[in-house]
C-alpha cells in the first residue's frame, strides 16, 4: 500500500510540473493555441483521474481500518450489554428473593411460637413437583413428618417423609394434600383445600364444602384457618380464580391459584413448633 501511494504521488508531481510550465508559457500570450489548450484539457482530466483514484484507494484503505475498529467496538458492546442484562437478572432476583424474605419475616415476628428452618430442594422424589421434592435438611435438624413447608409467598404443602439429613415435602398441588382453608375477606372457615389440576394440566388447587350461602368472590384470598392443628393459621394459599355451586352436595366450591409456583421455588422453610406437642402425629 506504501508503494502505492509514493507511485500516485511521483505521477501527479509529474502532472503538475508540465501542467505549471504551460501556464507559464501561456501567460505571456494572449490567447492560448488549440494543441495547448486540448494538452491541458488532456492533463487536467488525467489529474483528476489520478486524484480521484488515489482519494478513492485512501478511503476503502480508511474504510477497512474503521470496519475492524468499528467490528472490534461492537464485540467490547455486545459483552458489555450481556453483562448488563446478566447483572439487571441478579438484581431483579435479588429483589424478589429480598421480599420474599421480608413476607417470611413479617409472618414468623406474628407467629413466635414457631421456629423456621431453611432447606434447599434438591430434586424431585417422583415424576414431577406434584409427587413432591427432597430437602436437605431432615431429623438432624428436628424435622418431623407432618410439619409444614412454606416460603414467604405462602404455603408450600407437607413433610410426608423424614431420613436424617433429608425430607420428602408434597406439594398442596398433590391430591392428597387437605388443609383447612379461610377466606379472608368473608371470615368463611369450614373450607377444605385440595390439589387440583385444570384441562392444561396447570398446577392450582380448589377450596370445596364451603356453605351455599357463602360471599365467596373471584379475587378473594385463601389462607389457612388453623382448624384441625396441623397448619398454622394465617398462612396464605392463593387467590380464587371462580367460584361454582354444586347444588346437590348443598355447597360452593371455588378454584383457586396458588401464590407459590411450585415448578420454581428453590428453598421452602419447615415450620416446626417451638412445643412438638402442638402437632397431633
Do not use: H
Not at 487536467?44 to 468499528?70: A, H, W
Not at 461492537?74 to 446478566?86: G, V
Not at 429480598?98 to 434447599?120: C, L, P, V
Not at 425430607?167 to 382453608?181: K, Y
Request: glycine content about 10%.
Amino acid at each position: 500500500m506504501k508503494f502505492l501511494k509514493n507511485k500516485l504521488a511521483v505521477v501527479i508531481i509529474i502532472l503538475s510540473v508540465t501542467f505549471l510550465s504551460i501556464i507559464g508559457y501561456s501567460a505571456n500570450r494572449e490567447k492560448m493555441s488549440f494543441v495547448e489548450n486540448g494538452v491541458g484539457v488532456t492533463i487536467n482530466s488525467v489529474q483528476g483521474l489520478f486524484y480521484d483514484g488515489f482519494y478513492k484507494v485512501r478511503n476503502s484503505f480508511k474504510f477497512i481500518t474503521n470496519f475492524s475498529n468499528v467490528k472490534k467496538e461492537n464485540e467490547q458492546l455486545k459483552k458489555a450489554n450481556s453483562e448488563f442484562q446478566t447483572k439487571a437478572l441478579e438484581y431483579d432476583a435479588a429483589i424478589k428473593e429480598n421480599a420474599s424474605y421480608k413476607s417470611m419475616f413479617k409472618f414468623s415476628d406474628k407467629r413466635t411460637e414457631y421456629n423456621y428452618i431453611g432447606a434447599d430442594i434438591k430434586g424431585i422424589s417422583g415424576n414431577n413437583f406434584s409427587d413432591g421434592f427432597i430437602i436437605n435438611v431432615g431429623e438432624n435438624k428436628g424435622i418431623k413428618k407432618r410439619m409444614i413447608a412454606m416460603t414467604g409467598e405462602g404455603l408450600v404443602g407437607q413433610v410426608t417423609s423424614v431420613g436424617n439429613n433429608w425430607a420428602i415435602v408434597q406439594c398442596l398441588s398433590n391430591e392428597n394434600i387437605a388443609v383447612a382453608g379461610l377466606v379472608e375477606r368473608t371470615g368463611d372457615n369450614n373450607g377444605i383445600v385440595k390439589g387440583y389440576k385444570d384441562e392444561n394440566n396447570k398446577l392450582l388447587a380448589q377450596i370445596q364444602r364451603l356453605s351455599l350461602d357463602s360471599a365467596i368472590k373471584k379475587g378473594d384470598v385463601i389462607e389457612t384457618s388453623g382448624l384441625g392443628g396441623i397448619y398454622p393459621a394465617g398462612i396464605r394459599i392463593g387467590s380464587v380464580l371462580s367460584v361454582y355451586s354444586d347444588k346437590g352436595e348443598v355447597m360452593k366450591s371455588a378454584i383457586i391459584e396458588p401464590y407459590v409456583d411450585f415448578t420454581k421455588i428453590e428453598e421452602v422453610f419447615i415450620v416446626v413448633p417451638k412445643d412438638t406437642r402442638e402437632i397431633k402425629y
